[in-house]
């Protein structure tokens, strides 16, 4: 999924990360199944990252590896937004609740939430505040 590119092997080395052929290379992952243990991590972004049609199962592989109490933070196109309060309500059913929210800049909403525990709704209930709308880029 990642490569580096040439002049990387050539580049001098950063104090203590040694050479970067010897550094293990990123897994191909996707953000429906990240390569990571359950509850193993303390804070999971999606920034310009919910394009896919199944947001739903970005949020719940999100919830799976963060620690109890983890930071979601989400930051995305504020023209994606239909309806935020019905966004919100989606993303609190999947097991977090919202700790801070900025929709004050014309262009872009941010969020954080904090993981509760384990989505509230199980996998076939419908969530209609995950369908975001398409990107509009507008010529400027």
Known sequence: MFEE??????????????????????????????????????????????????????LEEANRVLKPEGLLKVAEVSSRFEDVRTFLGAVTKLGFKVIFKDLTNSHFFLFDFEKTGPPRVGPKAQLSGLKLQPCLYKRR
């Open 5 to 58: 590119p040439e002049w990387a092997e050539e580049a001098p080395l950063a104090a203590g990360l040694g050479p970067v052929a010897s550094r293990p290379r990123p897994a191909a992952a996707s953000q429906t199944k990240v390569p990571l243990e359950d509850e193993s991590v303390d804070v999971a972004v999606f920034c310009l990252s919910l394009m896919g049609t199944n947001i739903r199962d970005f």
